[in-house]
């Protein structure tokens, strides 16, 4: 049995995509299993940039099997385009590469512009979500009212859903969040065209993956997002709307617990987020001005700056706990040389108490003053760097600690966005 999770352990864009595209050479099968297009994951292979939104990350080997399983919301436009992008530079040209679960549901031109209308009410209180319609999109799916690939299939289905839905979401829209409706046909049509051309990639992907398990095949569970975004155990409110931890792979791609080898989180030599919240270690100033740049911290879905900040070992054990890691993938350590010293936050203090957990309360979250120690930097830049002993002591240093201080032994050093940068332990 060969089967690896990869996870996010921060707030996103810990570098999953480089990650899980480097793992892929060894897996015959790359599966998505929760979140949608919010997701933006950078691949670097020679000059060439590529950012996943939908499609896994190990499209750029030929010949592996990419699977969009049914915990994925997914908006047909966004997949269409990002095929229609890859199979014109030569991927993805065999039909039988690209699986889509038919359980799938899908995000809807009324999702988005929901998602983005109650972002504009929230005002200074706003999530900074994508505006990618993620949120509306799975609470039709617990509300059971939903649309997923197989009723887009069925003629008579789709029709009689939107016109449902349709009919709802307009009176929301109209009277509640002051917006204008939408048209049923002009929906309808591109839906359908939508439908026609991914109507060849659509099966039951679970089975699928089970037979794929049962015959012993290497399979890649490429999570999305990261842990503290996760619905249940992240910084709610500010938060995604999905599970985003290793856990949610069962239901997301409908395999049994008993199936999984390891789980592999991804986590940045320091930390970074995307959109509101609170977020203990975060440097407004200089420090965070210098990660951003060195960085290149600019989300790659919206482009928006990524807000950064030292090191949370308090949140990334947290994490590892969560997701029962096996191991840590550390990237972009790169980014830290120059830096002197370097911080690393091991517990938080408010109103007198100290907290080796991230505590739930939004409010007390907000208030907490971290606690750092201090550890001296290195000048020699990392990218050369193929093995360990090639990092400079203080690097080497550092990463020992990390994996102290999170309880979680580092096999993977990152240091630069290309796929040959890394170090493998
Ligand atoms: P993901 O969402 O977790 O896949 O991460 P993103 O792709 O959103 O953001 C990670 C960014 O860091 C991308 O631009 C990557 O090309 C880049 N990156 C990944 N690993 C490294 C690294 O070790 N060093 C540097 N400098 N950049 C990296
Ligand atoms: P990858 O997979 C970073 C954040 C948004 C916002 C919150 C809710 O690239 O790591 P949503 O649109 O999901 O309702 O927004 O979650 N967010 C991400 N931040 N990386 C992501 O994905 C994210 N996906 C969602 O910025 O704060
Ligand atoms: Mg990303």
Redesign the pocket.
């Known amino acids: 049995m060969s089967t690896v999770i990869v996870v ?1 352990v921060q ?4 570098g ?2 480089k990650i899980v595209d480097i793992l892929a050479r060894d897996a015959d099968i790359i599966v998505r299993f929760g ?2 297009n ?4 950078t691949l670097l292979v020679g000059e060439e940039r590529t950012v996943l939104h939908l499609i896994p990350s190990g499209v750029l080997h030929q010949g592996k099997i990419c699977v969009i399983a049914n915990g994925v919301v997914v908006d047909p436009e966004v997949l269409v385009s990002e095929l229609t992008a890859l199979r014109a530079r030569g991927y993805l040209t065999d039909d039988a590469c690209l699986k889509i679960s038919d359980e799938a549901h899908l995000i809807m031109p009324y999702h988005k512009a929901i ?1 983005l209308a109650r972002e504009r009410l929230r005002g200074k209180g706003e ?9 509306p999109t799975y609470e039709d799916k617990m509300a059971r009212t939903g649309i997923r690939f197989v009723d887009l299939l069925e003629e008579g289905t789709f029709r009689e859903k939107l016109e449902r839905n349709l009919e709802e979401k307009n009176i929301y829209l109209r009277s509640i969040l002051k917006e204008p409706g939408m048209e049923f046909a002009a929906i309808y049509d591109a839906y359908r065209r939508h439908g026609d051309l991914l109507r060849r990639y659509v099966s039951d992907t679970a089975l699928y993956l089970q037979e794929g398990i049962d015959a012993g095949r290497r399979i890649l569970f490429e ?4 842990t503290m ?1 996760d619905v249940d155990h992240g910084t709610y409110p ?5 599970n985003t931890v290793s856990g949610a792979v069962c239901a997301g791609a409908g395999v049994g617990p008993g199936s999984f080898q390891s789980v592999v989180g991804i986590c940045k030599a320091y930390t ?6 609170p977020f203990p270690t975060e440097e407004r100033g200089p420090i965070g001005e210098r990660l951003r740049e060195s960085g290149d911290e600019f ?4 482009g ?1 700056p ?1 807000r950064c900040g030292w090191f949370d070992a308090v949140l990334v054990r947290q994490a590892a706990r969560l997701n029962g890691l096996t191991g840590i993938a550390l990237t972009k350590l790169d980014v830290l040389t120059g830096m002197d010293p370097l911080r690393i936050c091991t517990g938080y203090r408010a109103g007198g108490q100290r907290f080796a957990r991230v505590p739930a309360s939004t409010r007390v979250l907000e208030a907490v003053v971290p606690e750092y120690e201090e550890m001296p930097g290195w000048t020699t830049p990392l990218s050369a760097a193929r093995t360990l002993a090639e990092l400079p002591v203080n690097a080497r240093r550092y990463v020992a600690r990390l994996e102290e201080l999170t309880a979680t032994p580092i096999t993977m050093i990152s240091v630069g966005a290309e796929r040959e940068e890394t170090i493998l332990i």
């Open positions: 996010g707030w996103g864009d810990e999953k995509g979140g949608g919010n997701a933006g994951h998602d999530i900074g979500t994508t505006g990618r319609g993620i949120g999570g999305a997002q990261g975004l500010y938060v995604t709307s999905s970074t987020r995307v959109g509101n919240g989300g790659a879905t919206t928006r990524r």
